[in-house]
């Protein structure tokens, strides 16, 4: 059964640096999407992107916060200067239509 | 504004019958989502109402009343394995998922 992926499973970082998350959405969908998780915290929605651009994006991402799908498969979300605060798990989904389904998740520890 | 009200945590005993009940307030609604999430894993999806009434998938079952911004998601047989948080979220008139912070099943012998 197809599956979303992502890469790597766990970052570690220095406050300032930039990082990319990559994510393999699952082939014939449309729909693409960004989510993170503060431990113990409920999910929040990042942005979400259709078409090659973004089709909606919450208050959390904000110009430190990019997205960018490089090629017929690969899905990225780049932060350009990670603050402590952004130590999160961070979650694609894909859809086709309405069902997101999630990829594994990356661990981001900002230090 | 928008809105998810979960028990923050429901203990069952495995074989039994659990049922998570979720109440709403989105801006619009395209539907309810149920997601099942174990402790450092991505949500998995269980299940998704449209229309009022009540939707069978094996052990478990979710229902919807649209009128009352109400929904619940059914257990049935629990096994250990269900132990896990399962989060309630509606889509609103942007088709955005809205999340709830989920209910924690703690599942006994």
């Known amino acids: 059964e197809p599956e979303v992926t992502q890469t790597p499973s766990h970052q570690v970082t220095q406050m300032g640096q930039e990082v990319i998350l990559r994510c393999v959405p699952i082939?014939?969908?449309?729909?693409f999407y960004w989510y993170r998780q503060i431990l113990g915290q409920k999910v929040e929605f990042l942005v979400s992107f259709y078409n090659n651009e973004i089709s909606e994006k919450s208050e959390i991402f904000d110009d430190q916060f990019s997205v960018e799908r490089p090629d017929g498969s690969n899905f990225t979300l780049k932060i350009r200067s990670t603050k402590l605060e952004d130590s999160a798990m961070y979650f694609c989904?894909?859809?086709?239509?309405?069902?997101?389904?999630f990829g594994p998740g990356t661990r981001l520890l900002v230090l | 504004g928008q809105n998810i009200d979960q028990p923050t945590e429901m203990t069952a005993t495995e074989g039994a019958i659990v049922q998570i009940n979720c109440t709403y307030q989105t801006s619009g609604f395209n539907g309810l989502f149920w997601y099942q999430q174990h402790a450092g894993e991505a949500p998995t999806f269980l299940s998704y109402n449209v229309l009022d009434g009540l939707e069978e998938k094996g052990r478990f079952s979710s229902f919807l009343s649209r009128s009352k911004g109400y929904s619940y998601l059914l257990l049935k047989e629990l096994q250990m394995k269900d132990s896990a948080s399962y989060l309630c979220?509606?889509?609103?008139?942007?088709?955005?998922?809205?999340w709830g912070a989920g209910t924690k099943l703690i599942i006994k012998p």
């Open positions: 979220a509606p889509v609103d008139s942007n088709y955005q998922l809205i």
């Open positions: 989904a894909s859809s086709q239509q309405e069902t997101q389904y």
């Open positions: 082939s014939n969908h449309l729909y």
